[in-house]
């Protein structure tokens, strides 16, 4: 078990010189403390637990100089192991195959005295020609014997589906039972051009606490496998393949924070994109990030996918209260970082994600910074209609105002891009995944400056 205020602090996130609870201190380490597994939790009540004031602890906004920080580092050990892909196995000592590379699958199949070539057939039945074998029956065209040893030394599946929900613009979310009860999310969007793309959760909520995101509320449960993530992807494919058309494009924009969770994610992110199986185009791989730079100058290194990072905001003040990660990792670095790691790289444009939120992040001075701050860094920006979620503290920008902050940034050079909200009215939406217990990550305080700008939202 992880409770958010540890996670937060080992991140630099926060730590205890910055928090100011209006708790006690002991009723505020327990109000951090997150039951696991969670489970039962019903959506709407527990909502209201938010808007207790008298429950919600703040931070100084002089925390984000807070020096000390840069002591906690990110603590990808202190979450179930799933390093080393061939040893993934569950309870009955099984290999879980979505979790293996083809290299990691061809030496298990050798392991087990079987060809090189029998590993590639399995692989493609897995992945390949609309088979996406559920179990050792749906293998066919395979030898017996060969047949026989995966069905006694391995499981197919690493996911559990639950349910699947329509919205009224043809978004799916579809649950996922995971074997300890918790419950995932995975968000099937179809577009016109052809284009379908699945939205993939990374962790089991999320330790980040974007102010603005739902599944940040949930505080961080445990980080997916490989397997359970690539299952997904193949899990979408097979439901709704028929009724939607291809899936085309990924992306790493569901639950959780994916550089938190890196191994696994690259992991997943490979065997997506393998030739002889899921084979997506790199460039239709997304991996989208709050801002982690290590792990993100080890993305650009180690994966030939895209890059997303969720941006939202112009100055370190703002960052800071609705991206608290931003008390780690600074604008400045951030900035500069992508600038070194993408100047050397051939046609790679990261994209920068921009949630509007009115009267926060929506100012023509904001685009106008905006303009200023990505000079020299090869990217797109898209800009986001905030989607809102009951409890929370933000309201939308207005589409004339998006408009007119998408012009500032079109004058100034940029290549913007502007997405309305989808699959709202299932909660399916960008940052509206996940169910909150009835204990949540803590509310930052708001800057004086955006206190009249939210009160029409409380
Ligand atoms: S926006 Fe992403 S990183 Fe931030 S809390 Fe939500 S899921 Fe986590």
Known sequence: MVSVSTTMRRLGIINSAVVTPTLSTASFARTLTLPSPLRNHCLTNSISFLKSRSLVSSFSSSSSSSSSSAAYLPALDDFPSTKGS????????KVILKGMSYASLQEWVESHGFRPGQAMMLWKRLYKDNIWAQDAD?????????KRMIGEHAEFGALSFKDVRSASDGTRKILFTLDDGLVI?????????GRTTVCVSSQVGCAMNCQFCYTGRMGLKRNLTAAEIVEQAVYARRLLSEEVGSITNVVFMGMGEPFHNIDNVIRAANIMVDENGLHFSPRKVTVSTSGLVPQLKRFLRECNCALAVSLNATTDEVRNWIMPINRKYKLSLLLETLREELNSRHKYKVLFEYVMLAGVNDSMEDARRLVELVQGIPCKINLIQFNPHSGSQFIQTDEDKMIKFRNVLAE?????LMRFSRGNDQMAACGQLGMLGAIQAPVMKVPEQFRTALKASV
């Not at 061939?86 to 000592?93: E, F, M």
């Not at 749906?138 to 060969?146: A, P, S, V």
């Not at 100034?412 to 913007?416: D, P, Y």
């Open 86 to 93: 061939v040893a993934v196995r569950d309870d009955n000592k």
């Open 138 to 146: 749906q293998l066919e065209g395979l030898n017996k014997d060969f």
């Open 185 to 193: 999310e995975t968000v099937v969007i179809p577009c016109d051009r």
């Open 412 to 416: 100034g050079g940029c290549t913007v």
